[in-house]
C-alpha cells in the first residue's frame, strides 16, 4: 500500500496536541482535532466545549499558530466520545494526551480497533516508552506505530524526534522521516526507545547539573543565566528564564520521570530535584503561565523584573553579574577560543563553567550509544531543538578534545568509551575534515567517516569551500553555482544593503548576462535581508547632503530596476526577515521562492521614511493591474497604503503570497535547508525557457480623488489614537506617491515618473528632524520610535 498523507487525527487539544494541528493544517493536511468531552453535557455541541476552547485560543495565540487566518480552517473539532469514529479515514493519527502511561493505552486501544489497516499511528510523548505504549495492540498497528517527539511551538521549532520500535517497518521510518522533512519543515533525528530519548534526556541533564554547579559556586538566578546564555553560544533564555517559559512544574515532572526510568544511569542522582524546586512548585510559582517563576514581571523593579532569591524564596531587584574573563571574552567572536578563555579563568565564572559544561560533555558521551549510535545525531537535536549555535561534540571538538580530557582524569572523573576510543584514534577528535569534506568520528567502527550530505540540500558552505568566489567584496560574493546558475549572496551585517552590496549587485547582472543563464540572489542566514544601509542614510542626512542622497537613491533605483530587465533570469531565494530594499530587491526579480517562515514588509514608515526602492510602484501596479480607468480604485490602493503606512509585515510565506509581495506563481519552501536548491532549479528551468525580459508597463493610479480617501483614513486613524501626529505626516506624503501626485483623475503613468515621486518623498522626509529621530532610535535601540 502507498503511504500518503492527506488527512491527520491528533488526539487531544492541549498546548502540543492544538499546535501540532495547527502546523499539520499549514503543511496543507485536513486535520481532526479531538479530545475529552466536557463532563456531564448532554450534547455533541457542549461535549465539544473543552476542544473548542482550546482552538479558540489557539487562533488568538501570541506566537501564531497559523500560516494565516484562513488556514484554521482545515481542521475539524470533535470529542472522544462522538467523533472517533472520523480517525477511520485519517492517513496519520497523532497521540498527544497527557503524560500517563495508563492513559494513553487506554486511548490507543480504541484507536487500535477504529484505525484503517495501513494507517499511521504515533504518540507525541515527550519520554514514555514507545513500544510499551503499543502492548496489546494488533500486529498491523504495531507495524505502523513509532513516537514522534514535536517541540513547542511546533511551527517554530524545526527538531522532531522519531523513534521507531523493533517491530515499526522500515518503509513508515522512512516515510514519515522525508513527509516530517519536506512536507512540516522539520529537522529530523532517529532516536532510540530510551527514557526521555535523545533531546529531553540530555537538557534535563544539562538543566539540572546546572543547578548543581551553581549551588557548589554560590551563584545567583541572574548570574547563572549571564554565563549560560548568548556567551557560550546558547540563546538569550539561558537557564532560567527558559525553565520559565517551560514551566517549572515540567521541568519538575521530567527529572522525577528520568529518575525513576534510568536506574542504570551512571548520574541518575543529578535528576532529584533540589528542594526549592519542590517549594516552588507547591506555591504555585511555575513560571510563566502562573506569573511567577525564578522571575517575576515588576513594573517598578529596574529592567521590568524581579528575580528569585533560592534560599528564601523571595524576589528582590536583578544584580548586574560582571565578571572581567566574561568582559575579555565577550570581545572573542569563536567560540571555541572564547570558552577556552573562560575555562582558563581562574574566577567564579571559569570555574562554573568547566564545573557545568565538562560533566556536560561528559554525561552526553556516555549515552552514545544508549540514545542514538553517533554524536551527528546528539549535535543535531541540541541545536535544532534547542536553538544551541554548536552541539555539545562540535562545543568540545572547538575547545579540543585532548586537552579537556586530560583536565577531566586530572581532576579524577572517568571518561566514557566514546571518548577513549577518539583519542586512541589519529584523528584525535570528533569532528574532522574541512567544509568541503567534513567527517566525524564513528563508534562502531572506531573511525572518521564522512558526514553524508542531505539529498535535496544546497550546502552553501561545502559548495563556497571547493571554489573561489567570482567576485567578492565585504558585503557581498558572486558565487557559480554550477548548472549555469550564479549566486548572489549578501554577507553585510544583518545582510543590509549598503554601497558595497549594489556594487556587487551590478556586477552579478553584468557577470550573469555575459557568462551564466540565470541570477539567484539568496544566503544561508536567517534573514535575507533587514533592508538598506540606515546608518548611511542618517548620516548623509545630518550632515546635510540632499544631492548625493538624490543621487544615490536614483542609482539604487536604476539597478534594483535592472533586476526586472536582466536580459537572463533573476531568482529570490527569501527567508526570515526580508524587509525594506532587501523586500524590493524580491520584488524585482522573475521568480521569488520563499521558505515558509518568510515575514516580508515595506517597514520604511518606521524609521521615518518610505520605501524608495520601486517598492511603491511595484505594490501599485500589483493591486491595479488588469483593472481599467472607469474602475474604483480606492479599494486597491489602500490595501498598498495601510500595509505601508503602519509597516506590517507578514507572519508567513502565505500570508506574503496573499499580500501580493509573492505571487502565486511563486514557489514556497516548507524546509528552509531545501530553499537554495529548491530556488536554483526554479533558475533552471526560467534559463531553459527562452527567456525574455518583460517589457515595461504602465501603471494605473487614481489622482487626487483616491489621494483624498487616503487622507481622510490617515485622519481617522489619528483620531482613533492609532498613529501619531507625525504618522499622519509621512501618511500623507505616501498618499501622494501611490495616487500619482497632483494628478487630477486615474492615469496611467510610467514607473520611471512614480519612482520619481518615492524619490522625492523620501528625500523631504530626510531633511525632517523627526524622521532623523526615528532612523536613529532604531539604530540605538533596534525597535521603531512613535514620535
Known amino acids: 500500500m502507498k503511504l500518503e498523507i492527506q488527512k491527520a487525527a491528533v488526539l487531544g487539544a492541549g498546548t502540543m496536541g492544538s499546535r501540532i494541528a495547527a502546523h499539520l493544517a499549514n503543511a496543507g493536511v485536513d486535520v481532526v482535532l479531538l479530545d475529552i468531552p466536557t463532563p456531564g453535557a448532554e450534547t455533541e455541541q457542549q461535549r465539544n466545549a473543552i476542544v473548542a476552547k482550546a482552538f479558540k485560543a489557539l487562533k488568538k495565540s501570541r506566537v501564531p499558530a497559523f500560516f494565516t487566518g484562513e488556514t484554521s480552517r482545515r481542521i475539524r473539532l470533535g470529542n472522544f466520545q462522538d467523533n472517533l ?92 522521516g522525508e513527509f516530517c522533512d519536506r512536507r512540516l519543515g522539520k529537522v529530523v533525528v532517529e532516536a532510540k526507545d530510551r527514557p526521555n530519548f535523545i533531546a529531553n534526556r540530555i537538557f534535563l541533564f544539562s538543566m539540572m547539573q546546572t543547578l548543581q554547579a551553581m549551588a557548589r559556586h ?130 567564579v565564572a571559569g570555574k562554573f563553567l568547566w564545573d557545568a559544561l565538562s560533566d556536560l560533555f561528559l554525561y552526553a558521551a556516555a549515552r552514545v550509544p544508549e540514545v542514538c549510535d553517533d554524536i551527528v545525531s546528539v549535535d543535531t537535536t541540541m541545536r535544532s531543538g534547542f536553538n544551541w549555535q554548536q552541539g555539545i561534540f562540535e562545543m568540545w571538538n572547538a575547545v579540543g578534545v585532548e586537552e579537556t580530557s586530560e583536565r577531566m582524569k586530572s581532576e579524577g572523573k572517568a571518561l566514557p568509551p566514546l571518548v577513549e576510543r577518539v583519542l586512541a584514534s589519529e584523528s584525535k577528535s570528533f569532528y574532522g575534515g574541512d567544509a568541503a569534506s567534513p567527517t566525524y568520528f564513528d563508534l562502531a567502527s572506531r573511525q572518521s567517516h564522512p558526514v553524508p550530505p542531505r539529498p535535496g540540500v544546497l550546502d552553501l558552505s561545502r559548495a563556497k569551500a571547493v571554489q573561489a568566489a567570482v567576485r567578492s567584496n565585504p558585503s557581498a560574493s558572486l558565487w557559480d553555482l554550477g548548472g549555469g546558475v550564479a549566486l548572489l549572496e549578501f554577507h553585510s551585517k544583518a545582510n543590509s544593503l549598503d554601497a558595497d552590496v549594489f556594487e556587487m549587485m551590478e556586477s552579478a547582472i553584468d557577470e550573469t548576462e555575459k557568462n551564466f543563464g540565470a541570477l539567484l540572489i539568496g544566503n544561508d542566514a536567517d534573514r535575507f535581508s533587514a533592508g ?51 523586500c524590493e530587491v524580491a520584488l524585482r526579480c522573475d521568480h521569488v521562492q520563499a521558505a515558509a517562515e518568510t515575514y516580508m514588509g515595506l517597514v520604511e514608515v518606521g524609521a521615518g521614511l518610505i520605501p524608495a526602492g520601486g517598492g511603491c510602484a511595484e505594490m501599485l501596479r500589483r ?34 503570497r496573499q499580500w501580493r ?105 530626510c531633511g525632517e528632524k523627526r524622521s532623523q529621530q526615528r532612523m536613529e532610535h532604531i539604530l540605538k535601540k533596534g525597535k521603531p520610535l512613535r514620535n
Open 218 to 347: 554560590g551563584l545567583s538566578v541572574e548570574e547563572v543565566d549571564a554565563l549560560t546564555g548568548p556567551l557560550i553560544g546558547r540563546p538569550r533564555m539561558a537557564t532560567f528564564r527558559l525553565a520559565d517559559f517551560t514551566g517549572i512544574d515540567i521541568c519538575v515532572y521530567v527529572a522525577k520521570t528520568i529518575h525513576e526510568l534510568v536506574p542504570d544511569d551512571e548520574r541518575r542522582d543529578v535528576y532529584v530535584p533540589p528542594d526549592y524546586l519542590l517549594k516552588m512548585v507547591e506555591q504555585g510559582m511555575l513560571g510563566d503561565k502562573a506569573r511567577q517563576g525564578f522571575y517575576k514581571r515588576d513594573r517598578k523593579a529596574p529592567g521590568g523584573r524581579l528575580a528569585l532569591d533560592l534560599e528564601s524564596l523571595q524576589y528582590r531587584e536583578m544584580l548586574k553579574p560582571s565578571w572581567p574573563s566574561v568582559d575579555r571574552a565577550k570581545g572573542i567572536s569563536d567560540i571555541g577560543e572564547r570558552l577556552r578563555t573562560l575555562f582558563a579563568a581562574d574566577d
Open 532 to 582: 538598506a544601509n540606515l546608518k548611511m542614510i542618517l548620516g548623509l542626512s545630518l550632515s546635510g547632503r540632499w544631492d548625493e542622497i538624490d543621487l544615490r537613491i536614483a542609482e539604487i533605483q536604476q539597478l534594483i530596476l535592472r533586476l526586472r530587465s536582466c536580459k537572463k533570469p533573476t531568482v529570490a531565494a527569501v527567508q526570515g526577515q526580508t524587509l525594506a530594499g532587501g
Open 85 to 176: 469514529d472520523q480517525i477511520a479515514d485519517a492517513d496519520w493519527i497523532i497521540e498527544a494526551v497527557i503524560e500517563r502511561l495508563d492513559v494513553k493505552q487506554q486511548l490507543l486501544e480504541k484507536v487500535d480497533s477504529v484505525r484503517r489497516p495501513g494507517s499511521l499511528v504515533s504518540s507525541n510523548t515527550s519520554g514514555l516508552p514507545i513500544a510499551k505504549l503499543a502492548e496489546g495492540r494488533s500486529d498491523d498497528f504495531r507495524a505502523h506505530w513509532l513516537g514522534t517527539h514535536f517541540f513547542n511551538p511546533p511551527r517554530h521549532m524545526r527538531l522532531v524526534e522519531l523513534i521507531p520500535t523493533p517491530e515499526t517497518t522500515p518503509d513508515v521510518l522512512a516515510f514519515l
Open 661 to 765: 509581495y509573492v505571487s502565486s506563481e511563486n514557489g514556497i519552501t516548507m524546509n528552509r535547508d531545501r530553499l537554495l536548491a529548491e530556488a536554483k532549479q526554479a533558475a533552471v528551468a526560467l534559463a531553459a525557457s527562452a527567456y525574455e525580459p518583460p517589457e515595461p508597463t504602465e501603471i494605473l493610479v487614481g489622482g487626487r480623488g483616491v489621494r483624498a480617501a487616503l487622507e481622510l483614513g490617515a485622519w481617522m486613524m489619528r483620531q482613533a489614537e492609532w498613529a501619531s501626529d507625525y504618522d499622519v505626516f509621512i501618511a500623507k506624503k505616501l498618499a501622494h506617491v501611490l495616487a500619482g501626485g497632483d494628478l487630477t483623475q486615474a492615469s496611467y503613468v510610467s514607473e520611471d515618473y512614480l519612482i520619481g515621486l518615492e524619490r522625492e518623498a523620501f528625500l523631504s522626509l
Open 623 to 656: 493591486h491595479t493591474d488588469g483593472r481599467s480607468i472607469g474602475a474604483d480604485l480606492t479599494q486597491p490602493t489602500r490595501a498598498v497604503f495601510q500595509r505601508i503606512a503602519t509597516a506590517k509585515v507578514s507572519n508567513s510565506a502565505a500570508e506574503a
